[in-house]
């Protein structure tokens, strides 16, 4: 089993090209560098450094050694910081923001997995744009934020964000669409219902409208845009009563509604990717932040 100390000393060989430098940056001796590296040679059976009179170089096997040494010894660094962080915390509340979409399915799972750690939620929930006005101005901590199509959102440069799901978007058309037999779409057939009543969201600023309506116009073809509305629970309401046709994630897709179908598109363009977006310094975002990363991913995961 490897030694985090074999690793440490090809590192400190590596940054500074001697055995002897090494040692003095280490604050070891030069016969206990000597060792660690000797052992960590025959343990994976060759040398991973060469040695002149001009000093210590890496072989090619010992830099690939110190790509994957230097991730293992910056796991190690993460994990005892996350736990000294983590015990140090007590009972912390972060002022944490989501949409509602993602509010109805996932915010009590991740309420409970935080709060077996000493973590309160302070939530609020709010659309796109005013969550990014929030986490940009500090008002937030940590708020759970989606973007698609590869559009990037207008974060301030000192707000980290983590990815955390990809959510695929459905078609949801009514059971009597003459489309509705159709088991998938693809972009052409998608394009052809744009005769249809199509239902938008109400709030300017969500990437996810933006991409669709991009998608049409790349094509010379106008959109119907007959309803707006944020609340998918509306949306599929519309649908049911056979008067629209919309885009849904699949974080809303349970249990539809009587008289809405719902069929996958074959464009992996129609998703959006789940972000925790908050505020941080130079070392990342805060052990707490991190761990309700962690919540919201297994709460994700807890939906199937």
Same mark, same amino acid.
């Given at each position: ?11 400190a060989v590596? /940054? @500074?090209g ?12 030069q016969?206990?560098v000597?060792?660690?590296?000797r052992?960590l040679?025959r343990l994976?059976? =060759? ?5 002149? =009179?001009?000093?210590?170089? +890496?072989t090619?096997?010992?830099?690939? &050694?110190? %790509?994957?040494?230097d @991730? ?16 140090? +915390? ?5 002022? #944490? ?10 915010? !009590?799972?991740?309420a409970?997995?935080?709060? @077996? $750690?000493?973590? @309160? ?8 744009? *005013? ?6 101005q500090?008002t $937030?901590?940590?708020?759970?934020v ?14 980290? =964000?983590t ?6 978007m459905?078609?949801?058309l *009514?059971?009597?669409?003459?489309a509705?037999?159709?088991s /998938? #779409?693809?972009?052409?057939?998608? +394009? ?10 109400? =709030?300017?600023?969500?990437?996810l409208?933006d991409l ?5 116009e790349? %094509?010379g ?11 998918y ?6 649908i049911?009563?056979? &008067? ?5 994630p699949?974080?809303? /897709? ?7 179908v719902?069929? !996958? ?7 959006? %990717?789940l +972000? ?5 310094? *130079?070392?990342?975002?805060s ?6 990363? %962690? ?5 994700? /995961?807890?939906?199937?």
């Amino acid at each position: 089993m490897i030694d985090f100390r074999q690793l440490q000393a090809l590192s400190a060989v590596a /940054s @500074e090209g001697s055995v002897a430098r090494a040692a003095k940056r280490l604050g070891w001796s030069q016969p206990t560098v000597d060792y660690h590296l000797r052992n960590l040679d025959r343990l994976v059976g =060759t040398d991973l450094t060469t040695r002149s =009179t001009r000093g210590s170089k +890496l072989t090619t096997a010992g830099h690939l &050694m110190l %790509e994957r040494g230097d @991730e293992m010894l910056s796991l190690a660094d993460r994990a005892l910081t996350d736990v000294r962080d983590l015990a140090q +915390l007590g009972k912390i509340r972060l002022r #944490f923001g989501t949409f509602p979409t993602a509010a109805s399915r996932l915010l !009590p799972g991740i309420a409970s997995r935080v709060a @077996e $750690l000493g973590i @309160e939620l302070d939530a609020t929930l709010e659309e796109l744009a *005013p969550l990014i006005t929030r986490v940009n101005q500090h008002t $937030l901590d940590a708020a759970l934020v989606y973007a698609a199509g590869g559009y990037r959102l207008p974060f301030r440069a000192e707000v980290h =964000t983590t990815h955390l799901f990809t959510d695929p978007m459905l078609l949801a058309l *009514p059971a009597s669409h003459p489309a509705s037999d159709r088991s /998938s #779409f693809d972009r052409r057939s998608l +394009l052809a219902l744009s005769g249809d009543s199509w239902v938008m969201g109400s =709030t300017p600023g969500d990437t996810l409208d933006d991409l669709v309506r991009e998608v049409f116009e790349s %094509e010379g073809i106008q959109m119907n845009v007959a309803i707006r509305t944020d609340d998918y629970s509306v949306v599929l309401g519309l649908i049911a009563a056979g &008067m629209a046709v919309a885009l849904v994630p699949s974080l809303v /897709s349970f249990n539809p509604p009587e008289g809405v179908v719902l069929r !996958p598109i074959d464009d992996p363009m129609f998703a959006r %990717e789940l +972000l925790l977006a908050a505020p941080a310094g *130079p070392g990342g975002p805060s052990a707490a932040v991190r761990q309700l990363a %962690e919540a919201v991913r297994r709460s994700i /995961s807890a939906l199937g």
